[in-house]
């Protein structure tokens, strides 16, 4: 399977964004995660679904601002709805697979071993 995220750009602090993950070859299975990563920082996990069932985790910085939501009936794309941007959630945006595991648990880059490409979100002050 391949990844492709999409749906990054510029937006000002208190805007939304929806960026898309979609999948080509086989469709998603285990877990979708999705990471950031700015200049000079470690990836971090932002925010997993368990693509069978739909149960979600995220990281405590975008609880409550973003979504992760996926679409069954395609079977091939992941979503992240991000509401109330501020400017420290700029970073590169990644998706990614981790096929076995905890949700909960998958929190680190190391457990996913399927990466998209990244795409850019900008928040200006």
């Known amino acids: 399977v391949q990844l492709q995220a999409s749906g990054g750009g510029l937006v000002q602090a208190g805007g939304s964004l929806r960026l898309a993950c979609a999948a080509s070859?086989?469709?998603?299975?285990?877990?979708v995660g999705w990471f950031r990563q700015s200049p000079g920082k470690e990836r971090d996990f932002v925010a997993g679904?368990?693509?069978?069932?739909?149960?979600?985790?995220y990281a405590n910085s975008v609880k409550d601002r973003f979504t992760i939501s996926r679409d069954y009936a395609a079977k091939k794309m992941v979503y992240l709805q991000m509401n109330s941007l501020k400017p420290e959630d700029t970073a590169v945006y990644y998706c990614?697979?981790?096929?076995?595991?905890?949700?909960?648990?998958?929190?680190?880059?190391?457990?996913?071993?399927?990466w998209g490409q990244g795409t850019q979100v900008t928040v200006s002050s």
């Open positions: 990614a697979i981790a096929p076995r595991g905890i949700l909960s648990t998958l929190r680190a880059p190391s457990s996913y071993d399927v």
């Open positions: 070859g086989r469709t998603f299975s285990g877990n």
């Open positions: 679904i368990r693509w069978s069932g739909g149960s979600t985790h």
